[in-house]
């Protein structure tokens, strides 16, 4: 079984939906597909098949103060505002809703992974804890500490983010079946992760201590792991996607130019995907 993850990254995500829009154009179907963070949200729109519907999502959406602003902090809680994207927007009644129905009957495989608030273990879930109008999974996954005051409440549970925890949880892909994996990442392979400051850390320690500790630790597993994929993509067993550059892009940085640049980019390094998906079948 050939899977796909995305780990997430914020507005750099627009790399990915250019990597899904050529999957789609081409119509090249990928079996297994883990999200992590925005990624749960990249993936499931890819399960729904609606080629461009991501590229309105960073390159219009993102520059509503609905969607991203500090009077969203001061109001709800969250500098990113995970209603309005995955409910107001979402939603079958929103302006870009997902098509769930499609979804649903899609014979894909689809795993979001988010992180529990209280002891820091990265979980998953899957497509059957979905429900119409309510998009609850994908918020809990891209609920990233500090940015959102609190973890998002579902199935009797509190979560964050899902790549606190592991931010690239490729081992559970390979757990559940793949033998071949498209690791799409936001940053250069390059690229040197610093140490998350402790004192950004601090308003976590009373709640939940064990996120601010993984918070704080998670630029050493990251560096470990983008060792560990290297190794796997040596043996013929991992692609590794992800932008040579950002075009300034970080994780809140609205810019259409760099925006823009990224999805082309992400468009054109998925043509790597045939020859990989070929070589699998030798």
């Known amino acids: 079984m050939v899977g796909i993850m995305d780990v997430g990254g914020g507005l750099r995500g627009n790399y990915v939906s250019g990597i899904i829009d050529f999957l789609l154009d081409n119509s090249i179907d990928i079996e297994y597909c883990l999200g992590v963070s925005a990624g749960s949200a990249n993936l499931i729109t890819y399960i729904a098949g609606q080629r461009g519907r991501l590229k309105s999502f960073y390159e219009d959406y993102s520059f509503e103060k609905q969607y991203m602003s500090i009077g969203n902090y001061f109001k709800k809680g969250m500098y990113i505002n995970l209603d309005y994207i995955y409910s107001d927007i979402t939603n079958s009644y929103g302006k870009n809703p997902l098509d769930f129905e499609a979804t649903m009957k899609s014979s894909k495989k689809f795993v979001a992974a988010v992180t529990d608030a209280h002891t820091s273990e990265q979980k998953y879930f899957y497509k059957s804890d979905l429900d119409y109008d309510d998009f609850t999974l994908l918020k809990a996954s891209c609920a990233l500490p500090i940015a959102t005051r609190q973890p998002v409440l579902f199935k009797n549970g509190r979560y964050f983010d899902g790549g606190i925890s592991d931010p690239i949880p490729y081992k559970k892909a390979f757990d559940d079946g793949c033998d071949k994996l498209i690791?799409?990442?936001?940053?250069?392979?390059?690229?040197?992760?610093?140490a998350f400051p402790k004192w950004l850390a601090r308003p976590l320690l009373f709640?939940?201590?064990?996120?601010?500790?993984?918070?704080?630790?998670?630029?050493?597993?990251?560096?470990?792991?983008?060792?560990?994929?290297l190794e796997l993509e040596k043996q013929g067993k991992v692609l590794i996607l992800y932008p040579e550059d950002c075009f300034g892009i970080k994780t809140a940085t609205r810019n259409k130019i760099g925006l823009n640049k990224l999805y082309e980019l992400g468009y054109k390094d998925?043509?790597?995907?045939?020859?990989?998906?070929n070589s699998s079948k030798d």
């Open 207 to 229: 709640k939940y201590p064990q996120i601010a500790k993984a918070i704080t630790m998670s630029h050493t597993l990251y560096h470990n792991r983008i060792n560990e994929i």
């Open 183 to 194: 690791i799409c990442l936001t940053l250069p392979i390059s690229y040197k992760k610093s």
């Open 270 to 277: 998925a043509k790597k995907i045939e020859v990989f998906l």
